[in-house]
């Protein structure tokens, strides 16, 4: 039972000690994607850690969405700590996703990979350089 080699597990004594500013820094960093793996809703020691750390990645997925990035770089599982199979199959499936989007425009420098609402499907919202036109059909 193994997860991906690429998936590193940075342990906390609760998910409710997950900031957002952590996610947005490991992004920074250069991380394609991250996840967040909390104790099931209901049964969380602390009480309600698990229900503040999903606020904070759909925070994260917000701010995420706001810049053009795709959401889905950031997720939230929840699952107990005697699921170790369910923790590898989520492992496999996220970094399958990741990898289905491709590296990070924050690492690539490519701009948006989503388009900012309120702007057309296929806009970069990136300015035309001197002497080039951008065109509608």
Sequence with gaps: MEYPANVKIIRVPCTGKVDALYLLKAL???VDGVYVAGCKE???HFLKGNIRA???V??????????GIH???????????????RFVEIAREFTEKIRALGP??????KGREIP??????????QKPKEGEHKAAA
């Excluded at 759909?58 to 810049?67: A, F, G, P, S």
């Excluded at 959401?71 to 199979?85: F, K, Q």
């Design 104 to 109: 990070s425009p924050i690492k690539t420098g």
């Design 116 to 125: 900012l609402s309120g702007e057309p499907e296929g806009s970069s919202g």
């Design 54 to 56: 999903r606020k904070r």
């Design 71 to 85: 959401p889905d770089r950031v997720a939230m599982y929840n699952l107990s700590a005697a699921e170790g199979p």
């Design 42 to 44: 209901g049964d969380c």
């Design 28 to 30: 920074e960093s250069g």
């Design 58 to 67: 759909e925070y994260v997925k917000q701010i995420l969405r706001d810049v």
